[in-house]
C-alpha cells in the first residue's frame, strides 16, 4: 500500500483516520480535499473495513475518475475496484434499474437528455396553447426542472399552460417508461421514502458514505443522502460529508448552502475539521479572499493561509473602458510571456458573464494570442454520435419513442412525416409506444401500401437486431457494427456532407463511439444498457463535464466553470456593481453567493493576480458609465497596488522608448513597479 499518513497535515490525518460517526470536513480552497478523501477510503481499507460497503458520492464524472484514479495508485487495485465511486446520478440509476418497478415503472426505462426533453416539452407546448398563448420551451423545461428538485409534483388541475405542460409531459415520461435528469434523484427519494426494505437492503449495502461538494447538494440530495446514511436498524449513521460553505455558487441551480451550516440539525453531533492550510497561492491572494469573504454573514468562520510566503501584491487596474481593458490584458500577456519565460497556458482571464469575452478574443486574435474558451461543441453532441446512439437505444428498447423518432427516417426509408405523426396520434389514443403504434391494423389501413411495406421492413429489421443482441454469449460490439453497416447509416452521412475532410471526420466519430463501447465492456459487465446509462448521465449538469475547452494558449473562462481549476497568472474582468455583483443579486437577494464567487475566482490564482475595472463599458448595443464593484471596499488595501491605466497610458516617457504606445505602457508598468 503505497498512501502515507505522516504526508499529511494534522487536520488532514484526523479526518482521514475518522472513520465512524458523522464526519464534517470544511476544507477551504486548494487544502487538498481531493486526497484527504482517497486517503481517508485507504486508511478504512487499511482497517479491513469492507470495500464494497463504501460509497463516495460527487457531482462529476471528471471528480469521480479522479478520486478512482488516485486511489488505485494508493491500495490494491482489486480493493479499489470494490469501492462505489460515482455521482449523484449514477448511484440513482443504480438503485432505480433495481428496484423501480415499485413504482410502476419497467427496469428498462429509457433516460431522456435535454434534447430528448426539449423535443417533448415543444410537442406538448403545441398541443396544449390556446391560440395565442405563447411558452418558451426552454423556460418551460427550466421551471419544471426547479419545480422537481424542490420536490413538487406535477399540478393535478391544469389552469396555466406551464402546470398544463408539467402535468403533460411528466404523462408522457411514463407511458414512455422514460425519467428525465431530475427524476433520477425524485423517484430515488421517492422509492427509499415508500419503500423500507429496499431503503433497508441499500443501508445495509452502504455502510459508510462520503460526499464531496457538500455545499453544492440541494434539499433533494440531502434526502437521498439521510435516507441512505440514518439507518433504521439504529446504528449510528458513518456520513461524512467534504465541503466549503465560501464555495457555494450554485444557488440558482438549487443548491442549498444550509445543508452544510446546519449539518449538526440532519447529523447530530458530528466531528468537525477544519483544512486551512493551502497549497495553491501566496498569502497575498489567500489574505485578499479572507478579508473579502468575512462580510458574509452566514458561513464558518475559517482562515486559508499557505507556507509559500506573501508573493507580490494583487494589482487592481482602472481602465477608461472596456476596450483599453482588453488591450492592456492582451498586450501585457504578451510581454510577461517574453520577459518572465512563461507559457500562454500559465495564464488565465476569469469574468461573470460570457459576453465580457468577446472583446478580449477579438484583441487576442489581433495580436495572434493563442486561447483557448470553455463551451466548444462536445463530441457527445454531434449529429451523428446522437443518431448512432438512438439505434443502440431502440435496438436494446423498441419502445424508445425518443430514439425511434430519431432513426426512423436517418437514412430516408419511405416512412413520411405525415404518416410517422399519425402512428404518434394513434400510440397516444391506444396508450402505446411508438414501435407498437407503427404496427397497429389502424395505421396500415389509413396509409399507401408503399409506406406499410417500408415500415414492415424496418419493423423487421429492429425486431432482427433486438434478437441477435440478446443471443447468449453474443460478440455486442459485432452487432453493433453490424447494425451501423445493415441500416447504411455510413452512406446516408456521407451524402449529407459538404466535403470528404467533414464526411471523414464524422465517420471517424461513429467508429470512436463503437471502440468507446468496447472499452467500456473491458471494464465493466453492464452490457450495452449499462454503456448507455453512462452515455446519458454524461451530461451531469456540470460546466466542467459539459464543456470541452478548445485548443492550447490563455484560458477564457467563466468564474462559475472556472470553480476547482487553478492558473498560476490571473485576470479577474469587471470589478463593476450590476456585472460582479450581478444586477439581478440585488433583487433575489443573493449577494452573499456573488461574495463568494469572487472569493472563489480570486483563490484560482497561484502567484499573481490582477482584477480590472472599467469607467464605460459597451452594453445593449452602446457606451454606459461603469461604478466600481462595492466589494473592491472590502479587499485589505494593504494587499492591493491600484494602477489606473489612463494615467499609466499617458505618462510621458523618454523618447527612445517611446516608439510606440505598447513601449510606452511597458515603461510605465515597470516604473510604477
Given at each position: 500500500m503505497s498512501f502515507?499518513?505522516?504526508?499529511?497535515?494534522?487536520?488532514?490525518?484526523?479526518?482521514?483516520?475518522t472513520t465512524e460517526g458523522p464526519l464534517l470536513i470544511l476544507a477551504g480552497a486548494g487544502t487538498g480535499k481531493t486526497r484527504v478523501i482517497t486517503c481517508r477510503i485507504a486508511y478504512m481499507a487499511a482497517q479491513k473495513i469492507d470495500p464494497n460497503s463504501i460509497l463516495a458520492v460527487t457531482f462529476t464524472n471528471k471528480a469521480a475518475n479522479e478520486m478512482r484514479e488516485r486511489l488505485a495508485g494508493m491500495v490494491d487495485k482489486d480493493v479499489a475496484k470494490k469501492v462505489t465511486m460515482s455521482t449523484f446520478h449514477a448511484l440513482c440509476v443504480r438503485i432505480l434499474r433495481t428496484d423501480i418497478e415499485k413504482l410502476g415503472y419497467k427496469k428498462n426505462f429509457t433516460i431522456y437528455d435535454e434534447g430528448d426533453q426539449t423535443g417533448l416539452i415543444k410537442k406538448l407546448i403545441t398541443k396544449t396553447a390556446a391560440i395565442g398563448e405563447k411558452l418558451e420551451p426552454n423556460a418551460a423545461k427550466s421551471l419544471i426542472s426547479k419545480a422537481k428538485n424542490n420536490g413538487w409534483s406535477a399540478p393535478q388541475d391544469e389552469k396555466t399552460l406551464i402546470g398544463a405542460v408539467f402535468a403533460r409531459y411528466q404523462a408522457a415520461l411514463k407511458?414512455?417508461?422514460?425519467?428525465?435528469?431530475?427524476?433520477?434523484?425524485?423517484?430515488?427519494?421517492?422509492?427509499?421514502?415508500?419503500?423500507?426494505?429496499?431503503?433497508?437492503?441499500?443501508?445495509?449495502?452502504?455502510?459508510?458514505?462520503?460526499?464531496?461538494?457538500?455545499?453544492?447538494?440541494?434539499?433533494?440530495?440531502?434526502?437521498?443522502?439521510?435516507?441512505?446514511?440514518?439507518?433504521?436498524?439504529?446504528?449510528?449513521?458513518?456520513?461524512?460529508?467534504?465541503?466549503?460553505?465560501?464555495?457555494?455558487i450554485?444557488?440558482?441551480?438549487?443548491?442549498?448552502?444550509?445543508?452544510?451550516?446546519?449539518?449538526?440539525?440532519?447529523?447530530?453531533?458530528?466531528?468537525?475539521?477544519?483544512?486551512?492550510?493551502?497549497?495553491?497561492?501566496?498569502?497575498?491572494?489567500?489574505?485578499?479572499?479572507?478579508?473579502?469573504?468575512k462580510n458574509n454573514p452566514k458561513r464558518r468562520p475559517k482562515s486559508l493561509w499557505s507556507g509559500m510566503g506573501d508573493g507580490d501584491k494583487i494589482r487592481l487596474v482602472q481602465a477608461p473602458n472596456d476596450r483599453e481593458e482588453a488591450e492592456f490584458i492582451a498586450n501585457e500577456i504578451a510581454r510577461r510571456k517574453v520577459d518572465e519565460t512563461l507559457r500562454f497556458e500559465d495564464f488565465a482571464v476569469l469574468f461573470r458573464m460570457n459576453s465580457q469575452s468577446r472583446l478580449l478574443e477579438e484583441m487576442f486574435r489581433e495580436k495572434g494570442i493563442p486561447y483557448k474558451i470553455v463551451g466548444g461543441k462536445s463530441f457527445y453532441d454531434s449529429r451523428e454520435v446522437k443518431d448512432v446512439l438512438a439505434y443502440f437505444a431502440c435496438t436494446l428498447n423498441a419502445?424508445?419513442?425518443?430514439?425511434?423518432?430519431?432513426?426512423?427516417?436517418?437514412?430516408?426509408?419511405?416512412?413520411?412525416?405525415?404518416?410517422?405523426?399519425?402512428a404518434l396520434e394513434l400510440s397516444i389514443k391506444h396508450k402505446c409506444s411508438l414501435f407498437k403504434g407503427l404496427q397497429l391494423p389502424e395505421l396500415r389501413e389509413s396509409i399507401p401500401a408503399r409506406a406499410s411495406e417500408a415500415i414492415a421492413e424496418f419493423v423487421a429489421q429492429l425486431d432482427a437486431w433486438e434478437t441477435k443482441l440478446n443471443e447468449p454469449l453474443v460478440d455486442q460490439v459485432a452487432v453493433l457494427r453490424k447494425i451501423i453497416e445493415e441500416s447504411n447509416y455510413y452512406d446516408d452521412l456521407r451524402r449529407s456532407c459538404k466535403n470528404g475532410d467533414e464526411a471523414l471526420k464524422r465517420e471517424s466519430n461513429v467508429r470512436d463511439l463503437v471502440e468507446g463501447f468496447s472499452r467500456y465492456l473491458e471494464n465493466s459487465n453492464g452490457g450495452l444498457r449499462g454503456y448507455l446509462d453512462a452515455m446519458a448521465l454524461r451530461q451531469d449538469k456540470e460546466e466542467d463535464e459539459k464543456d470541452k475547452e478548445q485548443g492550447t494558449g490563455v484560458m477564457l473562462i467563466t468564474l462559475h466553470a472556472s470553480k476547482g481549476l487553478e492558473f498560476p497568472h490571473c485576470y479577474l474582468v469587471g470589478?463593476?456593481?450590476?456585472?460582479?455583483?450581478?444586477?439581478?443579486?440585488?433583487?433575489?437577494?443573493?449577494?452573499?453567493?456573488?461574495?463568494?464567487?469572487?472569493?472563489?475566482?480570486?483563490?484560482?490564482?497561484?502567484?499573481?493576480?490582477?482584477?480590472?475595472?472599467?469607467?464605460?463599458?459597451?452594453?445593449?448595443?452602446?457606451?454606459?458609465?461603469?461604478?466600481?464593484?462595492?466589494?473592491?471596499?472590502?479587499?485589505?488595501?494593504?494587499?492591493?497596488?491600484?494602477?489606473?491605466?489612463?494615467?499609466?497610458?499617458?505618462?510621458?516617457?523618454?523618447?527612445?522608448?517611446?516608439?510606440?504606445?505598447?513601449?510606452?505602457m511597458r515603461a510605465a508598468v515597470e516604473r510604477s513597479g
Open positions: 502515507r499518513l505522516f504526508d499529511l497535515n494534522d487536520p488532514q490525518r484526523h479526518a482521514a483516520t407511458q414512455l417508461n422514460a425519467v428525465d435528469f431530475d427524476d433520477l434523484l425524485l423517484l430515488t427519494v421517492k422509492l427509499l421514502g415508500e419503500h423500507a426494505d429496499v431503503r433497508e437492503r441499500w443501508q445495509r449495502r452502504y455502510r459508510y458514505i462520503m460526499v464531496d461538494e457538500f455545499q453544492d447538494t440541494n434539499r433533494l440530495q440531502l434526502e437521498l443522502v439521510s435516507y441512505l446514511a440514518k439507518r433504521d436498524d439504529g446504528m449510528p449513521p458513518n456520513v461524512a460529508v467534504v465541503g466549503d460553505d465560501d464555495q457555494s450554485y444557488g440558482w441551480r438549487g443548491a442549498e448552502v444550509s445543508n452544510i451550516l446546519e449539518f449538526e440539525q440532519h447529523f447530530p453531533n458530528p466531528t468537525v475539521v477544519k483544512l486551512e492550510q493551502n497549497y495553491r497561492s501566496t498569502n497575498a491572494i489567500l489574505n485578499t479572499a479572507n478579508a473579502l469573504i419502445d424508445n419513442d425518443a430514439g425511434l423518432l430519431r432513426i426512423i427516417n436517418t437514412p430516408p426509408r419511405g416512412i413520411s412525416e405525415k404518416t410517422v405523426e399519425r470589478l463593476e456593481e450590476g456585472i460582479l455583483p450581478h444586477d439581478r443579486s440585488k433583487v433575489e437577494g443573493t449577494l452573499d453567493e456573488e461574495r463568494r464567487l469572487l472569493y472563489v475566482g480570486i483563490t484560482r490564482a497561484q502567484k499573481t493576480l490582477t482584477m480590472t475595472y472599467c469607467f464605460s463599458r459597451y452594453r445593449y448595443g452602446g457606451t454606459i458609465p461603469c461604478t466600481p464593484s462595492s466589494f473592491i471596499k472590502e479587499l485589505d488595501p494593504n494587499l492591493i497596488e491600484r494602477i489606473d491605466l489612463k494615467k499609466l497610458l499617458n505618462t510621458p516617457v523618454e523618447a527612445p522608448a517611446a516608439k510606440s504606445r505598447f513601449a510606452a
